[in-house]
């Protein structure tokens, strides 16, 4: 599936609905979308603009030493990352010694993630970028949907989003990444950290995209669409033409996270402008911490090396639950 329009649910899923009587807050266009929390309106080439203006701007403000080497975009088909890696080549791609490469990883999804590869290949070769996919079954011999018949307690994002984090900060390495760009847009970031808050987990919250400078074990990871909403990034993908895939992983209604999205939503609507402060608190909330000693994983998991907090990291835990056909090696 690409980026053109389906009748009905993806537009009403991102509340997109805008009458064509309403004028562009910037000149005399019609506008194509409502932007409540900067109070005003922006037609096609105002919107586009303020998006690429705040992507530019998020890019120098999170990675601003970065001129040479690989830059690893997280891809995994749908409109987030097809327009951070659109954003990524646009930023990077033209500067010489800059390599850009999409890395995509295959938890094992039946019915949703081989269409979102799909797409994810129809990008890579429009944009001319190299892609790398790689896949859980072959890396952790066992998938997200292997897992969850095994764990049927257990929430399947919670392994599948660690298994991910490792897979791809593993192929980010592999290909030499300098730093992983990642499409986590203004409502996921925001969700994030309200999630955390509530959880009174201010380490997972210094721990979390963007990071600032280096975490031990870890490629750095930045998230140039943090200051773009969801549904604006909907629009920006459609708008620029970009091959998506609008599927729904089939588990995903079990994630904790559908609570945060409707009460982010519910917040913004009631008081434009949450979601930016909920990213600032975040801010102000390191520079504290930054202030009095330093965050991240410290350690080192026994079994697979990569970076944790205790002796073994959540992903092998994870797979130490699951039946494997083999066990993971030791860390070398
Ligand atoms: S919704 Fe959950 S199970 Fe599905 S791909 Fe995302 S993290 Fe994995
Ligand atoms: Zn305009
Ligand atoms: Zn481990």
């Not at 030499?176 to 999630?195: K, P, R, S, Y």
């Not at 909403?229 to 729904?248: I, K």
């Not at 939503?265 to 930054?290: F, N, V």
């Not at 699951?322 to 030791?330: C, G, H, I, N």
Request: proline share 5%; aromatic share 6%.
């Amino acid at each position: 599936m690409d980026g053109q329009e389906r009748p009905g649910a993806p537009v009403a899923k991102y509340r997109l609905e805008v009458s064509t009587l309403v004028q562009c807050s910037t000149c005399d266009e019609a506008a194509v979308v409502d932007q409540p929390y900067r109070g005003g309106h922006a037609c096609r080439r105002h919107f586009l603009s303020s998006v690429d203006d705040r992507i530019r701007s998020e890019f120098h403000h999170q990675n601003p030493r970065f001129s040479r080497g690989t830059v690893g975009v997280a891809l995994s088909g749908g409109k987030d990352s097809a327009v951070a890696l659109r954003a990524t080549q646009r930023y990077f791609g033209r500067r010489p010694g800059v390599r850009v490469v999409a890395l995509t990883v295959d938890e094992g999804i039946e019915g949703y993630r081989s269409a979102t590869i799909t797409a994810a290949q129809r990008l890579t070769e429009q944009l001319g970028v190299e892609h790398r996919v790689v896949r859980a079954e072959t890396e952790l011999g066992t998938t997200t949907d292997r897992a969850a018949a095994e764990l049927p307690d257990t929430v399947p994002c919670s392994f599948c989003g660690v298994w991910r984090r490792r897979l791809l900060n593993q192929v980010a390495r592999d290909v030499g990444a300098e730093v992983l760009v990642l499409g986590f847009n203004l409502d996921d970031l925001a969700q994030t950290i309200l999630m955390n808050l509530v959880r009174g987990d201010l380490d997972r919250i210094g721990r979390m995209a963007p990071h600032r400078g280096r975490q031990p074990g870890l490629v750095p990871r930045i998230a140039p669409l943090a200051q773009i909403p969801e549904r604006e990034v909907f629009l920006y993908a459609q708008l620029t033409g970009l091959p998506f895939d609008h599927g729904e992983c089939p588990h995903a209604g079990r994630a904790a996270r559908n609570v945060f999205r409707e009460v982010v939503w519910q917040l913004e609507e009631a008081q434009p402008g949450t979601r930016q402060a909920l990213l600032r608190t975040r801010e102000q909330l390191l520079e504290r911490i930054a202030a009095g000693g330093t965050m991240g994983a410290p350690n080192r998991c026994r079994v697979c090396g990569e970076a944790s907090t205790g002796e073994l990291c959540r992903s092998c835990i994870y797979l130490a639950s699951v039946r494997l056909p083999m066990a993971p090696t030791e860390a070398h």
